[in-house]
């Protein structure tokens, strides 16, 4: 669901904001997604991940591409004060989304291999629910679902720091900063670019 969103959202933007044509993203996540779905249903957890992977990539580089053209497009004042704004903050909650599926994929060897194990008591993130102490229902069973790393990603581009969720990991503490950097340059940079020329 948030590849899609991503993809939807992404699909949303300008024309001058795409690399090629508008709906060849959406299409390829689509085309991606089914072989992803029937080896998820099938139990190929291996080929699941490899596929997962890649969706996470297509995603991550049409963002990337994406802010690089608004970036390009701000000397020459092509957009509008109130376009600039809006692809701004599609963007910025693109950047969200494209690093929580990150997070998730990521975390503790990704989404299955968290499941088997059951009680999640390590990974590159410390939640507050893996403290003894956390008053939390079913405690031996926690582990986080895309929800916490949904809210993880959030708070790093909001606050540019992940607030109550310890980063353990160097790859983690790298994707956070680079997620901050992002943040920073869609809200400082462009929304500010785009409030003054209101």
């Known amino acids: ?32 997604l089914v072989p992803t779905t029937i080896a998820h249903r099938a139990g190929w957890h291996e080929a699941d991940r490899v596929l997962g992977y890649v969706i996470s990539a297509v995603v991550t580089l049409s963002l990337a591409v994406s802010l690089a053209l608004l970036i390009l497009h701000l000397p020459d004042k092509s957009e509008s004060a109130s376009k600039l704004l809006r692809s701004a903050t599609l963007l910025w909650f693109t950047n969200i989304l494209v690093f929580a599926i990150w997070y998730w994929r990521l975390d503790a ?74 943040s920073l340059s869609i809200v400082a940079i462009l929304a500010s670019r785009a409030v003054g020329m209101l």
């Open 109 to 182: 060897g990704g989404p299955h291999h968290r499941e088997i194990r059951g009680k999640h008591t390590s990974g590159a993130f410390f939640f507050p629910q893996m403290m003894d102490s956390a008053p939390i229902e079913n405690p031996a069973s926690w582990s986080p679902t895309f929800v916490d790393y949904f809210f993880l990603a959030f708070n790093t581009s909001t606050a540019f720091s992940p607030t109550d969720t310890a980063v353990l990991s160097r790859w983690a503490k790298l994707l956070c900063m680079l997620q901050a950097v992002i």
């Open 1 to 32: 669901m948030a590849v899609l969103a991503v993809s939807g959202i992404l699909l949303a933007l300008p024309h001058s904001l795409v690399l090629g044509p508008k709906w060849f993203l959406p299409v390829l996540v689509a085309v991606l």
